[in-house]
């Protein structure tokens, strides 16, 4: 029998074959880059003259915003929550600043690559 997976490792996403037999002697995995892999949350910005651009790494809907206009923070810090394919995905701030502009809008549908907050 065998089953596709996606496997996320180091900011890449890996599509595995997996066969299942009833005797294991020896397992190695070869895993290669999709070619349809969507960008991670840890994605490099787009870098605008207005601030930093966080953007969408894939399409779904904003669950949660967790930091408003004002607002400091680090890289690193969850920045809102987006769910998609029935997931909950977490966007972090990929650089040090203070939250310029939230473009999102809690319950909104975005796309892959749409901004989601500048940071200054």
Do not use: H
Request: aromatic share 2%; hydrophobic share 40%; with cysteine.
């Amino acid at each position: 029998m065998l089953k596709k997976y996606k496997v996320k490792m180091n900011n890449k996403i890996y599509e595995l074959e997996v066969e299942l037999t009833e005797e294991i002697a020896d397992m190695s995995i070869k895993a290669e880059p999709s070619a349809n892999a969507a960008p991670t949350s840890n994605q490099q910005p787009l870098s605008t003259g207005a601030g930093e651009s966080v953007l969408a790494p894939l399409p779904g809907v904003v669950l949660d915003i967790k930091k408003s206009v004002g607002q400091a923070v680090k890289k690193g810090e969850l920045l809102l929550i987006l769910e998609a394919m029935k997931m909950e995905n977490e966007v972090f701030a990929p650089v040090d600043g203070v939250v310029k502009e939230v473009t999102a809008t809690k319950g909104s549908n975005v796309t892959t690559g749409e901004c989601l907050v500048v940071l200054g």
